[in-house]
Structures are given as structure tokens and as C-alpha cells.
């Protein structure tokens, strides 16, 4: 099957150029301005953006977490990602403590084969690390192609690993060629503080965002970096927030140190005023929770001088009735917010759109880097004769309504309801067939292919 898409604007994170490209088969295979060649679907996008497809490296789909399992599966999760411009996510794999690596693998994969509908990788988080886990980092480097490692430094008695665990699995996967990644937050103060606000009867959801203050954050994104540092080893903070976290990654560029950071679309977008004296703040009770104002700022600002590489968004939906699982107490509501479709449009309606990122820009950070920084660049990420042909044409004049009502998530509310945006995904190609247009989904469950990524160096 061939397809040639026609008249585009072709952004990639570092051109932007009129021309025409020709698709065979899954990859693309020709770039040229007024290219004439026969093919079976010819696609016209005058007057549109051509970007490649987007990368979120931060979702949880399926995920058991304090109760019960995020809502939206493989199948669900990774077509609202397409219908949002978003062909490829990579997903966490959770080991169980007292459990293997590969049991976790198994579990996930039973999941996500045959069900998926974008392309989907893994990440593989270590939450007992002990020698025998440390004896099978090597196979997942090498085998499964998964070369990432997270860590959750918060979570205390259920993910989190302390120290000593961490820089023995910085010292070992520094030496397979992966890379640890991070929910850099202090645990114990989180556990302190928690705890405090329930002993003095203080249980509505704002209490979740006044027990995880923003040193919890700094301290533990400077302790990482410290550790990242020591060891060698290449080092990514997920879900970053706030300005005293950036400051700790700013202060290790000083000894030439690269901490690769990622923050997601809310904290760019979303503030803690959210979180009132009724329970409506629950939609947004996730961890690190939303920030202030001058946050916001900090971000967008690290987004602009290459301190922030990646914007992602920590897909973790639940449906309003497991919310309510934490209706007499902040801490039994389920973590995690539903992002997965709108990334992609709001990072432009609300970056690009507002001038505070340019286009280039919102193709390096939501696009190219997630590829590079993970191993699957040039395959993924930019568009280029050879790579996959993933590919999203987008209208930047539409405007239209985010809503519960139009998503195609699996969860009862939007994070954004009402929120109007300017610019929005047309079609998307996906390993050059046409899996989104006009609405309508075109790709069936299971097309979605797992990606084996390459090792990788911590630079891009
Ligand atoms: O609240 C969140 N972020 N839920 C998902 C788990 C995590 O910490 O990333
Ligand atoms: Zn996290
Ligand atoms: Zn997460």
C-alpha cells in the first residue's frame, strides 16, 4: 500500500518546509516538493501542519495502583492516544515486591499483545531491588529491548526503594546501557506529613497537595542528580513541577552533569487552585500534585532554555466512582489524572498557539526527544525518508471544546472540560495506514506493535 500526502507543512524539530511525502508500506520512502508519483490514497493537506507522530513516554494503562486499575486498558488508552495525534507510548511495567522482572513482563504483555491499538513500548519499574532483579536487567536490555528503569523514590511501603537499592541499580544499569528514571519525591516527608493531616482530621483532597510540598520534590530531584552523578549513569526525573526541582537539575548542569527532564501537559497548565474545600479536586489528586503560578512559569521557561526536554502526561485515569474510593480521606483517592488525547492539542493551543513555544519546539518535546532520549530515534519521532511513517496532519485554525462528552478516553470526566482550544489533529497515520480521520478511527485492536528500543547513551 502506498499513500502520498500533498501540500503539507512538514515541521520537525528542527525544519519547516512545504513538500510533498510518499509513504510504502510503513515507512516513508520519499520527501520532494510536487511529487507525482501513483499511489492508492493520495492525502491533500493544503493549509495544514505536518508533524510527525507524537511520543508520550509517561501512561499508565491498565495499572493496578492503591485498590484498583487505572481505567484505561491497552486497547482504549492507545486509540484515545491516536485520536489525540499520539502514536507511540511507553507504559510502565510494575514488578511486584518479592517478584521477578520477568513475571511483571509476562503480566504486562498478556495486556497489551493483541489488544493495543498505537504502538506502545515499556519501561520496566524496579520496586525491589535485590540480586536476583540485578541479575535480569542485563536480559531486558538485551533481549526485550526495554532500556529504562524506573524508580519511585515516594510511594512509601508499596513502590518506593531507598538508597542503597538505587545506586545499585544505577551501577548496573549504567553497565547494560540503560538508563534510570525517577518519581523524584521524598517518601518519608510525604509519609510524615500525610500522615500528620489525617491524624488532625484534615482529610479533603487539598490536604494530598499541602502533605507533598514543593522541597519534597527539589530535595529529591538534587539527591538523584547527586546519585545519577556518582555512578555515571544516565538519569531522567519523570513528572517534574516545580522551579525548586528545576534548580537542582540547574545546579548539576554546573559540573557539566545532563539529568534528562520531563514534565507533563498539566503542571504547565493547571494550578493548585484546583484543589478547593470539596471533593470536585479529587479529578486532579495526583502525585507530585499541581503547582502555583510561577511554576507554571519556571516550566515553560525550561521548556525554552533545554532544561526540560520532554512534555508527557503521566496518563493515569479513574473513573469518577474510584475517586470516590478517597471520599473521607485524601490519601485513599486513587492517583493519577486522564491526559492521553490532549496532549498533543493543548501542548499546541496552549504553547504554540500563546507564543510561548515555538513549532520546532512542540515537535522536539513531544515528538523527537521522546524518541531520542528513549532509543527509537530515527525509527520514531521525526519525519524522515526511513523512519516509520507516523504522521499527524493538523489544522492550526480549528478550534474546538474539550470534553467528556467527545473524548474517546475511558473515564467519566475531562480535566479540561470546556476548555477551547486553537488547533486540532486531523488525520494521523500510524506505520503508514490512516488510523485516524476525520473522528473516526480506522485501525482495529491489536494493530498496535510493541517496540523493542536501543540502548542508550543519556545524550542527545
Ligand atoms: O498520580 C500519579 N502520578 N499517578 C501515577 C503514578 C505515578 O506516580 O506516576
Ligand atoms: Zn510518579
Ligand atoms: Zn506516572
Not at 484498583?68 to 491516536?82: N, P, V
Not at 487539598?206 to 549513569?233: I, K, N, W
Not at 497548565?269 to 478547593?276: E, M, Q, R
Request: net charge negative; glycine share 10%.
Amino acid at each position: 500500500m502506498s499513500v502520498l500526502i500533498k501540500n503539507g507543512r512538514i515541521v520537525t524539530a528542527t525544519d519547516d518546509y512545504e513538500a510533498d511525502i510518499f509513504i510504502q508500506g510503513e515507512t516513508i520512502s520519499m520527501i520532494g516538493k510536487n511529487l507525482t508519483m501513483n499511489a492508492d490514497t493520495v492525502i491533500d493537506a493544503s493549509g495544514k501542519l505536518v508533524f510527525p507522530g507524537g511520543i508520550d513516554p509517561h501512561v499508565h494503562l491498565e495499572m493496578p495502583f492503591m485498590g484498583t486499575f487505572s481505567s484505561d486498558t491497552h486497547e482504549t488508552g492507545t486509540r484515545a492516544a491516536l485520536f489525540g495525534g499520539t502514536t507511540t507510548v511507553i507504559d510502565f511495567v510494575l514488578q511486584k515486591q518479592g517478584h521477578s522482572l520477568k513475571e511483571a513482563l509476562a503480566e504486562w504483555n498478556s495486556r497489551a499483545k493483541g489488544t493495543a491499538v498505537g504502538d506502545y513500548s515499556f519501561h520496566m519499574a524496579v520496586t525491589d531491588f535485590n540480586e536476583d532483579s540485578k541479575a535480569e536487567i542485563k536480559g531486558m536490555v538485551e533481549n526485550e529491548g526495554i532500556t529504562s528503569f524506573k524508580t519511585f523514590m515516594a510511594y512509601k511501603g508499596a513502590l518506593m526503594i531507598d538508597d542503597r537499592q538505587m545506586i545499585g541499580l544505577m551501577q548496573e544499569v549504567k553497565k547494560q546501557g540503560g538508563m534510570v528514571t525517577v518519581h523524584a519525591t521524598n517518601g518519608d516527608v510525604i509519609d510524615y506529613l500525610t500522615a500528620k493531616h489525617r491524624s488532625e482530621g484534615k482529610l479533603s483532597p487539598r490536604y494530598h497537595y499541602l502533605s507533598q510540598p514543593e522541597v519534597t520534590e527539589a530535595e529529591a530531584s538534587g539527591r538523584f542528580a547527586d546519585m545519577a552523578d556518582y555512578t555515571g549513569c544516565p538519569g531522567y526525573i519523570v513528572h517534574m513541577t516545580c522551579e525548586g526541582a528545576l534548580n537542582a537539575v540547574r545546579s548539576a548542569t554546573r559540573r557539566n552533569q545532563k539529568v534528562f527532564v520531563e514534565t507533563c501537559i498539566q503542571y504547565l497548565t493547571l494550578d493548585a487552585s484546583l484543589y478547593g474545600d470539596d471533593f470536585e479536586g479529587a479529578k486532579w489528586v495526583m502525585s507530585p500534585p499541581l503547582r502555583e503560578k510561577k511554576d507554571q512559569q519556571t516550566l515553560w521557561a525550561g521548556i525554552n532554555q533545554g532544561l526540560v526536554q520532554i512534555v508527557a502526561t503521566d496518563h493515569c485515569p479513574f473513573k469518577w466512582e474510584q475517586k470516590l474510593m478517597g471520599k473521607d480521606d485524601f490519601s485513599k483517592i486513587p492517583n493519577g489524572h486522564p491526559a492521553i488525547e490532549n496532549r498533543m492539542e493543548l501542548l499546541y493551543g496552549e504553547g504554540v498557539h500563546k507564543g510561548k513555544i515555538t513549532l520546532n519546539k512542540y515537535v522536539e518535546v513531544a515528538c523527537t526527544n521522546p524518541a531520542k532520549i528513549f532509543g527509537m530515534f530515527p525509527r520514531k519521532g521525526t519525519i524522515a525518508v526511513g523512519s516509520d511513517a507516523d504522521i499527524v496532519i493538523f489544522d492550526p485554525n480549528q478550534t474546538h471544546t474539550l470534553s467528556a462528552k467527545t473524548h474517546h478516553m475511558n473515564v467519566d470526566y475531562s480535566a479540561y472540560e470546556g476548555w477551547e482550544l486553537t488547533g486540532k489533529v486531523k488525520t494521523v497515520l500510524l506505520r503508514g495506514t490512516v488510523a485516524i480521520d476525520d473522528d473516526k478511527c480506522l485501525v482495529d485492536r491489536g494493530y498496535g506493535q510493541f517496540i523493542k528500543r536501543n540502548k542508550v547513551s543519556g545524550k542527545i
